[in-house]
């Protein structure tokens, strides 16, 4: 079965283990042969306005959008350790603020990246658990209407099964498409424990310690290329974050699998206590 990956790379082929992936570009789709599956416009959305979530942010890389990512305080960010796994922090920013985001380095409303602290048990593969980053910013964000913290699922929470969701970010509109400069919403279901496990055994697999399937049975909406640490909301809290999708995204009978937030809140905050 092949199975697409989206990150962040330059143009190059190369060799991870028994794994030939070949990388096209920045944000570009890996096609992994015998890999763990993973993938990220929200596909099917609606346009949002940043005053209703205004804990949203655009990470960016090299000075365009490359993941959602939710804001734990005003000099700290949320993210997936995909998307800032083994990266220089030089070539990472911050878009916070904004309706409708913008690339280059004039942009306004950016900051730069000063630490990176990817979950020490992350690897990569094998359903991607511990996808999880912290990002410290070089300059505090400023609070208002359109910049606040993000409010995360407790500790021990359980899946909020089969509860109403949404999700949002400027991820691609469908496989293949372009990122979304205005800000996404779309409404999604939140897929029980077992169904997770048991759609997923062989494209992950996922585990309900670690991972929140979303999506909706008829599949066309979901997350896409560009929403990886982006946030499930269920009531306005975020119980998960974008981490890995079958390809095309949002095909029929594969929810997007998320890193659940409940698992790792403590660490989270343990991270921003450390470094502060």
Known sequence: MLIQLT????STTCAIGNHFILINSALSDFLVIKGSPTGWRIVNGTDANIEDFPF??????????SCGATILNNNFILTAAHCVYRYPTSLLSLQSGLTTISSGFNAPNVARVSKIMVHENYTGGGGYYYDVAVVKLDTKLTYGPTVQPVVLAPAGNATPENAPATLIGWGLDKSGGSIQTHLQQVNIVVYSDDECEKIHAQTGPTNRKFNICAGVPEGGKGQCNGDSGGPLLVNGVQVGGVSWSIKPCTVKGYPGVFSKTATY?????KQVADNS
């Open 265 to 269: 809140v403590d660490w989270i905050y």
């Open 56 to 65: 949203i942010a655009s990470l960016r890389f090299m000075d365009s959008h």
């Open 7 to 10: 990150i962040l790379l330059l």
